[in-house]
């Protein structure tokens, strides 16, 4: 069974339009998280979700909004899509905690093109 | 900020030990983590310290000392599937990560 899953995995569109990636988790776990990985591979945190609330906001465009509607699920919705919003985006969960070891587990990526 | 840095790549022969450095500067720091990911992958957990020391499992060992601001993850017995790319990661309040830079491991035969 997979953990964490995101679809689409590939997305290709064009500048101004908008577009949603879709994250369900079946882990059980009450946080979730959406990250961007650009073209260099470098990771970085865009939102975090506890238990339905957004709880980090790391100084991403407002284009960007994130939508659960529940604890197993985190939407990424993106408005008037811009040539630097290609990359990879990643989802992942974890329990509030982190548990002993602050472990995430990650989908496997969202890879987008914006032409 | 959060500020974790590594070496871009390394490069260690099949059998062999690799270390991967990582220095860091956050706030708000419980522990460091480390992630593996191949190419086309997602990140995968491989070790968490929170405390000073050595943790091991496995072949994979790391190392944190929070008084110099900085750990390591050691790889032994390199295979070639470890060629992958390695980041370290601080956790912060709420289990929030900021990952470094990362580092991009060759393993030749």
């Known amino acids: 069974d997979t953990a964490v899953s995101q679809t689409p995995k590939y997305l290709v569109t064009q500048m101004g339009n908008d577009k949603s990636i879709k994250c369900e988790q079946n882990?059980?776990?009450?946080?979730m998280y959406w990250y961007k990985q650009d073209s260099k591979k470098f990771l970085k945190i865009m939102f975090s979700?506890?238990?339905?609330?957004?709880?980090i906001n790391e100084t991403v465009p407002n284009r960007f909004s994130p939508k659960s509607p529940d604890k197993a699920h985190l939407n990424l919705h993106i408005n008037s899509l811009e040539l630097g919003d290609s990359a990879v985006y990643f989802c992942?969960?974890?329990?509030?905690?982190?548990?002993?070891?602050?472990?995430?587990?990650f989908g496997p990526g969202t890879r987008l093109t914006v032409t | 900020g959060q500020s974790l840095e590594q070496p871009s790549e390394v490069t260690a022969v099949e059998g062999a030990i690799v270390q991967i450095n990582c220095t860091y500067q956050t706030s708000g720091f419980y522990g460091l983590s480390w992630y593996q990911q191949h190419d086309g992958g997602a990140p995968t957990f491989l070790s968490y310290?929170?405390?000073?020391g050595l943790e091991e499992t496995g072949r994979f060992s790391s190392f944190l000392s929070r008084s110099d601001s900085y750990g390591y993850l050691l790889l032994q017995e390199l295979q070639m599937k470890d060629s992958a790319s390695y980041f370290c990661?601080?956790?912060?309040?709420?289990?929030?990560?900021?990952f470094g830079t990362g580092t991009r491991l060759t393993v030749i035969p």
């Open positions: 992942a969960s974890s329990h509030q905690t982190g548990g002993a070891k602050y472990e995430q587990y």
């Open positions: 310290n929170a405390l000073d």
């Open positions: 979700y506890n238990n339905k609330e957004l709880i």
């Open positions: 882990l059980g776990h009450d946080t």
């Open positions: 990661a601080g956790v912060t309040g709420a289990n929030n990560l900021f």
